[in-house]
DNA sequence: GCAAATTTGTTCGTATGTATT
DNA sequence: CAATACATACGAACAAATTTG
């Protein structure tokens, strides 16, 4: 007996799972009749139980009981920049245009505006002292309604002075930011920089996106700097951070030519090799 | 008493590592230290311990204790081409390049090389019938003697026939298959598309990046499936897959004129908000 | 190299609480 | 309200991994 009881047990099930012999949204046996089943104990059984809901294979539902987790939809984001309006991927109304093209209903709640110290990241990415204030605009979006993205843009709080007033109001920019700040100061966005990384949610993105709160589904965190002024020298003028639950997202980025399809989900399935 | 007792064990500990005043690397009390401490039977203590585990906030060693998880040393990885190479990001050359400009170490193992049936993704992204045999090559990636990635490519069997042999060979082609391709067929990589998605880890990839076997630890897949021919209609010449462990690579995409620096990883603070 | 001590891992049993139907 | 199902919490024993003497 080489492997302990609740792992032998947890792999039966995954196997069940896997094979379609359990389908998704089906209920797996009450932790009792498993019990009998196999003949372990109801802890035992738990601890298989929760080895399967760590890997986002089953979920578990107080009075109701376990279940073979539902096929997400997943939505794919475009990262690199839109060939046609030359607007950063995932951005304003290239966002809005993404999501519709997919025959889904964007929305997105008032933003909430503050300003405030620049601390650690922002401060060294917008090139600003720490301590200097800087303006930042928080919006959750959503896709049919459901949560799709926490979103935080912050801006020197020069552009305000030097004429952006709207960027101070707590409302929907439709035409986006950076449409607007060409509109009104002239800007161009010459070019942006993504940072891509993974972590466990926090509280609110947990509560926000109805991620179980026991931190088995990571967040995907997208950093963007945008930049303005020469190509010689960009100056940065805008930083987003953009949050998204990594189970339902994916994300695609082009280089150079490729076929100008609509970016299909890839499937993943469990049970992929790579070694 | 509205929050469970584990619960309130574990948040304090968090409290504790977030203060700093139990540090990375450091080792927690002993479970049976946490009992006397909070009053609480071991199971309690354990299940406290597993909130923080499953959050990659400590690490328990069998037979040593429990610990602060020490910062790992982040990889940053751009995806996005060269713009004075033109090589696709983290491709061959380009990718060494970028390791050892971070002062470090890249190598890799004896590629495996495999002849199979195309399937799934794979048949659609190279544009072939499902079961026609093409080429798969698998290959580990090490920085600085560390496992850094699992990397399958697949090309048709017709590069092969007419005349890319090496590619049949089990040997490392240190410049890079986009530069054999072109030096022996003139074939020009016009382009490429990544898929990024994150996933929990199989088993193979969880014992290869040493994560722990409980799957709280992602993986990050990045598909890449890059095109030659005319740009009015490109063709699938490629299908990449990079398989990366989430907690310690991040990776940057660049669009137009961004300023030319190093790109350092990205801090990510357990407290972070967002919302 | 071995034995003892320490520490976490697994498994059982039991009781009570909370959410849903 | 009652029944069902998962969640929390206690206690206990032995196994396995690691360090220490």
């Known amino acids: ?13 995954r196997q069940a799972i896997e094979s379609g012999r359990l389908r998704p ?56 920049a839109d060939t046609e309006t030359g607007l950063g991927g995932g951005e304003g109304i290239a966002a809005l245009a993404e999501v519709k093209a997919n025959g889904r209903e964007p929305s997105s709640a008032t933003p909430r505006v503050e300003i405030q110290p620049a601390a650690g990241n922002n401060a060294e990415w917008l ?19 459901k949560p799709w993205s926490l979103q935080t843009s912050f801006y020197p709080m020069d552009l305000v002075s030097k004429g952006a007033q709207r960027l101070l109001v707590a409302e929907d920019i439709p035409e986006g930011t950076v449409n607007y700040l060409h509109d009104i100061l002239g800007m161009e966005q010459i070019g942006y920089s993504d ?28 950093n963007r700097t945008a930049y ?7 100056e940065p003028f805008r930083v987003t951070v953009s949050v998204f639950p990594a189970d339902r997202n994916q994300f695609v980025m082009n280089s150079g030519f490729v076929p100008n399809k609509l970016t299909k989900p890839v499937m993943v399935s469990a049970a992929e090799k790579s070694g």
């Open 25 to 80: 949204g089906e209920q797996l046996p009450t932790e009792l009749d498993l019990r009998t089943e196999y003949a372990a104990s109801r802890n035992t059984i738990r601890d298989a139980i929760k080895w399967l809901a760590s890997r986002a294979l089953v979920e578990t539902r107080p009075g109701q009981g376990t279940f073979v987790v539902d096929r997400l939809d997943i939505f794919v984001t475009t990262l690199s």
């Open 127 to 145: 090139d600003v002292e720490t301590g200097t204030l800087i303006l930042s605009r928080h919006q959750p979006r959503y896709i049919d309604g």
């Open 228 to 234: 303005s002024g020469v190509p010689e020298a960009p």
């Open 195 to 222: 940072n891509i990384l993974v972590r466990p949610p926090n509280e609110d993105e947990a509560k926000f996106f109805k991620l179980p709160d026991d931190g088995r589904i990571s967040v995907v965190v997208i």
């Open 1 to 13: 007996m080489p492997e302990p009881m609740y792992w032998r047990i947890a792999q039966d099930l």
